[in-house]
């Protein structure tokens, strides 16, 4: 069993920033390549970043300069820390993770979603 939780939104303004966590635990062997995604209301899931296990970043062009994600590999955590937040940030945000189970599995492991809201 393997579990993704997401920490760290709420509201902000315009302007503000926002950091968001993700911690995996449970019968983890390996986390590849971790991202983070969203979803605004009425719209699809779409990628927002991503982070391989050596680190090397990967933004959507709506976010980059402005997002950052990083990882701890020894605490199984994500961020995605996020300042100048516009409006059209607004969105049910989750965590991602290609697991590698103790078993030999391996499979996409997602978050329950954690709601960030930007408005003035």
């Known amino acids: 069993q393997v579990q993704l939780v997401e920490s760290g939104g709420g509201s902000a303004q315009p302007g503000g920033s926002l950091r968001l966590s993700c911690a995996a635990s449970?019968?983890?062997?390996?986390?590849?390549?971790m991202a983070w995604y969203r979803q605004p209301p009425g719209q699809q899931r779409d990628l927002v970043a991503s982070?391989?296990?050596?680190?090397?970043?990967n933004y959507a062009d709506s976010v980059k300069g402005r997002f950052t994600i990083s990882r701890d590999n020894l605490k199984m955590t994500q961020y995605l820390q996020m300042y100048y937040l516009k409006p059209e940030d607004t969105a049910v945000y989750y965590c991602?993770?290609?697991?590698?189970?103790?078993?030999?599995?391996?499979?996409?492991?997602w978050g329950q979603g954690i709601q960030v809201t930007v408005s003035s």
């Open positions: 991602n993770a290609a697991v590698f189970t103790w078993a030999g599995d391996r499979y996409d492991g």
């Open positions: 449970g019968n983890i062997w390996r986390l590849n390549t």
């Open positions: 982070i391989t296990s050596d680190g090397v970043p």
